[in-house]
């Protein structure tokens, strides 16, 4: 049974203030995904991370940063909020070896 | 930058009617994969297919690899209104998800 969970699932915040989004997965898996998503479009790939300590940026530009202090934990945060920032993120995790994705149930962030 | 299209976009059907939706890419891929995502919800993963040419089958639906490993199809045999959903194709390049632009269906009773 695949569980990775993201929290808050819906967010609305004013422009301005820094907001985390929690990302945990109790497999184990060393992999693990930020992607953003707008609504009925594809996944952007924004960070992804392949161990503690290891953070890289993904295709799509983002003024997001993560961190992965803990294998099982990857969260996203954003210092400063902005309007272009709503949108959906999704979090997901593999191990190595396996190339498909479990994926959390997202976030939906709406910036006033 | 590798590009993964679908066709089509958008897709109305009644229950009962047979489908195609397309994945076309000008880049060669290790392997594909096909995820639904239902609204408020993430992708969850429905086949991966490995082999050029290879056909797999997951009851009425039914997943192709082309023989370039290039492009990849997914069919639906007699629909039905829980097979509604965002059909995202995925093709993997450096141990990274590429993913295609997505098809939403929508099947009505």
């Given amino acids: 049974e695949a569980d990775i969970y993201q929290t808050p699932r819906y967010l609305v915040i004013g422009t301005g203030k820094k907001i985390t989004l929690e990302c945990s997965q109790t497999m184990g898996h060393d992999k693990m995904y930020w992607y953003q998503q707008d609504p009925g479009m594809e996944l952007h790939l924004i960070h992804y991370s392949y161990g503690v300590n290891s953070t890289e940026k993904g295709d799509l530009s983002s003024e997001s940063t993560v961190s992965r202090i803990r294998t099982e934990h990857f969260?996203?945060?954003?210092?400063?909020?902005?309007?272009?920032?709503?949108?959906?993120?999704?979090?997901?995790?593999?191990?190595?070896g396996r190339e498909w994705q479990y994926f959390g149930p997202g976030t939906r962030l709406t910036v006033t | 930058t590798q590009l993964l299209e679908q066709s089509p976009?958008?897709?109305?059907?009644q229950e009962g009617e047979n489908?195609?939706?397309?994945?076309?890419?000008?880049?060669?891929?290790?392997?594909?994969?096909?995820?639904?995502?239902e609204p408020g919800e993430g992708p969850v993963l429905l086949v991966t297919v490995v082999t050029g040419g290879e056909v797999k089958k997951l009851k009425r639906l039914t997943f192709q690899f082309g023989d370039a490993r290039k492009d990849s199809s997914l069919h639906i045999t007699a629909a039905q209104p829980g097979d509604t959903g965002l059909y995202l194709c995925a093709g993997v390049a450096a141990d990274k998800l590429i993913f295609g632009t997505g098809t939403r269906l929508q099947v009505f009773p």
């Fill in chain 1, 75 to 96: 969260p996203l945060t954003l210092e400063s909020a902005r309007p272009s920032h709503t949108s959906q993120y999704l979090c997901a995790s593999s191990s190595w």
């Fill in chain 2, 9 to 13: 976009q958008f897709l109305s059907i």
């Fill in chain 2, 19 to 37: 489908l195609t939706v397309y994945c076309n890419s000008s880049s060669v891929f290790s392997s594909l994969q096909w995820y639904r995502q």
